[in-house]
Each structure stands twice: as C-alpha cells, then as structure tokens.
C-alpha cells in the first residue's frame, strides 16, 4: 500500500513538473511571438516612411528609425518580461540594434549617457549584462554615499526599473528618504520584487542555445531590397535626381540596406550598424575621442582612412576614404556608393528645412 502511494507522490510531481514547464514554454513561444509581431510591424513601418518620404532613409542613426514607430512603441510596451526574448534575439542577430534600443527603453536605463558607452548591439548585450550584475551594489554605494538625499534619488533613477527591488528594501529599512519619484517603491508588491529580481538572474545568465539563426541577421534587416527570390536588387531604389540633390558626384557601389550603416562601412563592416552615440549627433569632439579609441586619429597616422561630414557643430555622417580624389560611403539605409571627391556632399543646415537632410562638407579626416 506505503509503495502504491509512493509511486502515485511520483507521478503526481512528474505530472506537475510537466505542466508547469509546459506552461512557462507556452508563455515563452508565446512572448516570441509577440517581440517578432512587433517587429515586423516596425520594420513594415520604417518601409512605408521611407516610401512616404525619401529623406527619412537618409539618416545613419538608428534612433531616427524607431522614433514615432507604433511599432517600436508597442514592443516597448510589452515591458519587462519581453526583455529574455529581446536580449536571446539581439544574440542571434535578429534586427539587433534596434532590440538594443528597445531593451534600454523597457529597463529604464541609458547606459551610453550614464554608464557604459556601447557602439553595436553586441557590444550592448555584454554591457547590459555586466550592469545588470552591478545594479545591487550600485545602489548600496549610493544609499551609503556621503550625497544628499536629493542626489542620491537622481542617482538611482538612473539605474532603471532594475534597482527597484533594492532601493525599495533601503527605504523600507529608513536608509534613505523617498522623493516623489521614488515613493510608489514602498508600495511595490512582493511579486514584483521578486520578479524583476528573477528577471536580473534570467539576464545575467549566459545565453547556451537559441531558436533564430544568425544568418537571419542580413535578411531581416533589409528594407524594400528583397525580390521574390530573396535576392538583393541591384539596382536604385530612387531616380537619378533624388542622389543628385545630395552629392554633385556619386556612382552606385552597392544594394541598399538597413543591415549597417555608415559608420559601420567606413569602419570595414557590412553585417552590423555600429552608432555609439544615442539620438543626437556627435559634436567633433565625441566623434574624434570614439575614433582615436578605434585606433584612428584626426592628425597623426600612415594614411587617410574615414573622413568625417557635418557642419561645426556636430557630425552626420561618415565615409571610407580610399583615395587621393575618391571616398565610399553608406548612406543611410539606401546604396552604397562611391565619390570621385573626398568632399563630394552639400551644405548640412539643421535650422534650414531644405539643408537639414544634407550631409554637410568635409570636417574631420581620420588617419590610421
């Protein structure tokens, strides 16, 4: 009789464990499917502006894309528990960049202005794991600096919902005073503490397999390049007339692409969009320190490698130069193409409608 029941203990917790992993399988699908719905609604939606408005395909930074994109917005709004299926995606090359974007935007975070400049996505998926580890002592060096209270909120909110858990047990613990901006932490439920908790731990884990091929990551970022066949149309995506307005000399290089960008070409990559600063441009002296940390300098080198375009307040784009009279550059999410100058574009003008899209003239050359 004792072994009957045994064996039924047994097969009741087998039971249990199996739906229980069912389940949270379920969910997972379930979640994936929803972070890929949303993405390919903002892919469809970065297409139609681009049709819509031909200048909206100009621009290297990423962040220009996801701006006022329902759905970007939507995958934002799927929060926190989107963030496993988003850092597994970003890993395996899925529409990467743009997950970065969006895991910093759910977690509250801005590591590039705060913590740790990242440039590429894979860049972000080490350093939002190493930040996340670091959250909890973060906070305790905040709670028991010398700051006031005042700095010691400013401070914390820059470390995201993430720090919630912790500070919620500092100030339950009197050990610093609530701000409005942090008072709903002391009514922050057990379940969510110990969920975004647990979240930390999912994320902090290194990621062993993954259901996306990383061959995906030169097909899902494309953008009105792809014929029935799945080949890459070589060809313009615009007349003739619309480069001209643009550059007074330009030959078609290669396919349009939003799978890199400007930056990322004169760098020597094609397979990634490296952009290290966030939504505004680079001053002349953000572009230059980045550069001379990639071993490129604006005045001492064995020969010219990235020429630099903007105007004297910031810079808008990039180019490689390979030649006393040539440069080749990405631009933006449209072709390839090469100059027969290495100052080939006109005048950039943020304050002038019709000048605002331009890449400006010549400002720095890199050496190398």
């Given at each position: 009789m004792k072994k009957t029941i045994n064996c039924l203990l047994l097969l009741f917790l087998a039971l249990f464990l199996s739906i229980n992993k069912s389940s949270t399988v379920m969910a997972e699908t379930s979640m994936e499917s929803s972070v890929k719905s949303c993405i390919t609604e903002m892919l469809q939606i970065i297409?139609?502006?681009?049709?819509?408005?031909?200048?909206?395909?100009?621009?290297?930074?990423?962040y220009a894309y996801v701006k006022d994109n329902r759905g970007y917005n939507n995958l934002v709004n799927l929060g926190p528990k989107a963030l496993p299926v988003i850092q597994k995606l970003i890993e395996s090359g899925y529409n990467e960049y743009y997950l970065a974007i969006a895991a910093e935007d759910i977690s509250q975070v801005d590591l590039k202005e705060n913590f740790y400049r990242w440039d590429t996505a894979e860049a972000f998926a080490k350093t939002f794991r190493e930040f996340l580890g670091q959250v909890p002592n973060k906070v305790n060096q905040i709670v028991n600096s010398n700051k006031t209270d005042s700095e010691k909120n400013k401070d914390i909110s820059k470390l995201g919902i993430f720090s919630e858990p912790y500070v919620a047990e500092h100030i339950k613990n009197r050990k610093i005073e609530s701000s409005s901006s942090l008072k709903n932490l002391l009514d922050i439920p057990d379940d969510k503490i110990n969920e975004l908790k647990q979240l930390k731990e999912i994320l902090t884990e290194p990621i062993v397999n993954s259901n996306i091929s990383a061959s995906k990551k030169q097909e899902d970022g494309q953008i009105s390049k792809l014929n029935n066949e799945g080949s890459q149309v070589l060809s313009l995506t615009k007349p003739s007339s619309y480069y001209d307005k643009y550059s007074w000399t330009w030959h078609y290089a290669g396919s349009a692409t939003t799978t890199y960008n400007c930056l990322a070409y004169a760098l020597g990559y094609t397979d990634r969009k490296i952009w290290p600063w966030s939504s505004n441009i680079p001053t002349h002296a953000e572009a230059i320190s980045y550069l001379r940390e990639r071993g490129y300098d604006p005045q001492d080198g064995l020969a010219p490698k990235i020429i630099a375009y903007g105007n004297s307040n910031g810079i808008v784009?990039?180019?490689?130069?390979?030649?006393?009279?040539?440069?080749?550059?990405?631009?933006?999410?449209?072709?390839?193409?090469?100059h027969y100058s290495t100052d080939p574009y006109y005048e950039y003008d943020p304050n002038n409608s019709n000048k605002a899209d331009q890449y400006g003239k010549q400002q720095i050359v890199f050496w190398k």
């Amino acid at each position: 009789m004792k072994k009957t029941i045994n064996c039924l203990l047994l097969l009741f917790l087998a039971l249990f464990l199996s739906i229980n992993k069912s389940s949270t399988v379920m969910a997972e699908t379930s979640m994936e499917s929803s972070v890929k719905s949303c993405i390919t609604e903002m892919l469809q939606i970065i297409d139609q502006k681009g049709k819509e408005n031909p200048k909206f395909l100009m621009s290297s930074n990423p962040y220009a894309y996801v701006k006022d994109n329902r759905g970007y917005n939507n995958l934002v709004n799927l929060g926190p528990k989107a963030l496993p299926v988003i850092q597994k995606l970003i890993e395996s090359g899925y529409n990467e960049y743009y997950l970065a974007i969006a895991a910093e935007d759910i977690s509250q975070v801005d590591l590039k202005e705060n913590f740790y400049r990242w440039d590429t996505a894979e860049a972000f998926a080490k350093t939002f794991r190493e930040f996340l580890g670091q959250v909890p002592n973060k906070v305790n060096q905040i709670v028991n600096s010398n700051k006031t209270d005042s700095e010691k909120n400013k401070d914390i909110s820059k470390l995201g919902i993430f720090s919630e858990p912790y500070v919620a047990e500092h100030i339950k613990n009197r050990k610093i005073e609530s701000s409005s901006s942090l008072k709903n932490l002391l009514d922050i439920p057990d379940d969510k503490i110990n969920e975004l908790k647990q979240l930390k731990e999912i994320l902090t884990e290194p990621i062993v397999n993954s259901n996306i091929s990383a061959s995906k990551k030169q097909e899902d970022g494309q953008i009105s390049k792809l014929n029935n066949e799945g080949s890459q149309v070589l060809s313009l995506t615009k007349p003739s007339s619309y480069y001209d307005k643009y550059s007074w000399t330009w030959h078609y290089a290669g396919s349009a692409t939003t799978t890199y960008n400007c930056l990322a070409y004169a760098l020597g990559y094609t397979d990634r969009k490296i952009w290290p600063w966030s939504s505004n441009i680079p001053t002349h002296a953000e572009a230059i320190s980045y550069l001379r940390e990639r071993g490129y300098d604006p005045q001492d080198g064995l020969a010219p490698k990235i020429i630099a375009y903007g105007n004297s307040n910031g810079i808008v784009h990039f180019s490689r130069y390979i030649g006393s009279s040539e440069s080749r550059a990405k631009w933006g999410g449209l072709e390839l193409m090469t100059h027969y100058s290495t100052d080939p574009y006109y005048e950039y003008d943020p304050n002038n409608s019709n000048k605002a899209d331009q890449y400006g003239k010549q400002q720095i050359v890199f050496w190398k």
